[in-house]
């Protein structure tokens, strides 16, 4: 079955970066885009980054242009996140989410699968 | 970017009762609109897609309708594990913003 683990949160101070990671098990990971999603405490969810199924293309929130990349390695089934210059405000719980395409009865674009999420903490 | 507004912010309902959610955009977006359901500690989960589609596995008392700006999700007949916090949004531009999000409890 599908199966997402992200997995490098903690406690970090200001300023500082860090390097989140999610494993991807039970599908065919380099035919599907995959997506960065935060949630900040008590808040909700806020779309960050995208990658395409290649990693050709990608694309990221204003909040965190510039600051963050995301990345992935098809050969080890595994997508990242890498972030700069962390702030406060980046406290959050990351969750990656696969993104899938459908054509009939009409297109669209869903996140169909999730990881359990891992818990960045900005502070000094 | 696109905007969701959802409404109400929350929402108190009973064992069975028939509930609706409703979802705006800033302006159209044809089908492209997602309910998610998300249970305290948990990932969110797909309920809906391309505004009325039920993802598989989903129970068929959720529904969901609309296209262009108005979209609303409908529980036919509520069950406790029901109550918890469902998001749309709204993928018709990369930026796949999220409406803030209905708190259903009982």
């Known amino acids: 079955q599908v199966q997402l683990v992200e997995s490098g949160g903690g406690v970090i101070q200001p300023g500082r970066s860090l390097r989140l990671s999610c494993a991807a098990s039970?599908?065919?990971?380099?035919?599907?885009?995959f997506h960065w999603v935060r949630q900040a405490p008590g808040k909700g969810l806020q779309w960050i980054a995208i990658?395409?199924?290649?990693?050709?293309?990608?694309d990221y929130a204003d909040s965190v242009k510039g600051r963050f990349l995301i990345s992935r390695d098809n050969s080890k089934n595994t997508l990242y996140l890498q972030m700069t210059s962390l702030r406060a405000d980046d406290t959050a719980v990351y969750y990656c989410?696969?993104?899938?395409?459908?054509?009939?009865?009409?297109?669209?674009?869903?996140?169909?699968?999730w990881g359990q999420g891992t818990l960045v903490t900005v502070s000094s | 970017d696109i905007q969701m507004t959802q409404s109400p912010s929350s929402l108190s309902a009973s064992v069975g009762d028939r509930v609706a959610i409703a979802c705006r955009a800033s302006?159209?977006?044809?089908?492209?609109l997602n309910w998610y359901q998300q249970k305290p500690g948990r990932a969110p989960k797909l309920l809906i897609h391309?505004?009325?589609s039920l993802q598989s596995g989903a129970p068929s008392r959720f529904s969901g309708s609309g296209s262009g700006t108005d979209f609303t999700l409908t529980i036919s007949s509520l069950q406790p594990e029901d109550f918890a916090i469902y998001y749309c949004?709204?993928?018709?531009?990369?930026?796949?913003?999220f409406g803030q999000g209905t708190k259903l409890e009982i």
């Open positions: 039970g599908f065919t990971f380099n035919t599907y885009d």
């Open positions: 990658i395409s199924y290649d990693g050709s293309n990608k």
């Open positions: 949004q709204q993928t018709y531009t990369s930026r796949y913003t």
């Open positions: 391309t505004a009325s």
């Open positions: 989410a696969r993104g899938d395409i459908v054509v009939v009865p009409a297109a669209g674009y869903y996140f169909d699968s």
């Open positions: 302006q159209s977006i044809r089908s492209s």
